[in-house]
């Protein structure tokens, strides 16, 4: 277990101000209220952009009313100068949650992306396995588990560095 030592009696006071979140076995205090100060009323792409607490995670914010034109790296930058601290991770949610995706779809879809990259020799239906899981009402993620063949582990990690991103056929970026 980790130890933090804060600098100064102020710094001290305002982690207490936050909300806590359990973190490897710990509690951590994210500044979820500041960074919703930070960027209430900021402008991205020309529109005003609205910020508030995720529901869902604590340690998270939420912004919406983003143009959808706007790539990622355009609204970080923004974000980035707006936020007086460092931002550990961003990702961008397009379009509006499909209610009952196909998930025999989305598991071929996955696995024709996948095969290029195993060896000719593995048949294609014993080196890999897909399954995607229904997703729980106007969710806007699904989640999949890809299994591998225990000696394609280089293979697999191709694979996987390879589709990081892409956009699966009737599906958005993931």
């Known amino acids: ?17 936050f909300n806590p979140v359990e973190f490897n076995g710990g509690w951590l205090k994210p500044d979820v209220d500041f960074i919703v100060d930070d960027f209430s009323n900021l ?11 995720s529901i869902k995670y604590p340690d998270s914010v939420v912004i919406s009313g983003l143009d959808k034109g706007l790539s990622e790296a355009e609204i970080l930058d923004v974000l980035s100068i707006a936020a007086d601290r460092k931002i550990l991770d961003f990702f961008l949610v397009r379009g509006e949650a499909v209610a009952n995706p196909p998930c ?15 060896p000719k020799r593995a048949l294609h239906g014993s080196c890999v396995g897909v ?5 729980e009402a106007k969710e806007s993620f699904m989640t999949a588990l890809v ?7 280089l293979e697999a990690a191709k694979a996987l560095e390879q589709i990081e991103g892409k ?7 993931w």
């Open 131 to 135: 399954e995607v899981f229904q997703p």
């Open 167 to 173: 956009v699966l056929s009737g599906c958005l970026s």
């Open 43 to 53: 402008v991205i792409g020309g529109k005003y952009a609205r910020c508030e607490a």
């Open 1 to 17: 277990m980790g130890r933090i030592t804060f600098l100064t009696p102020e710094a001290a006071k305002r982690a207490s101000e």
């Open 104 to 118: 025999g779809a989305c598991e071929a879809a996955l696995l024709r992306e996948i095969f290029p990259f195993m």
């Open 147 to 153: 299994m591998f063949e225990g000696s394609l582990h």
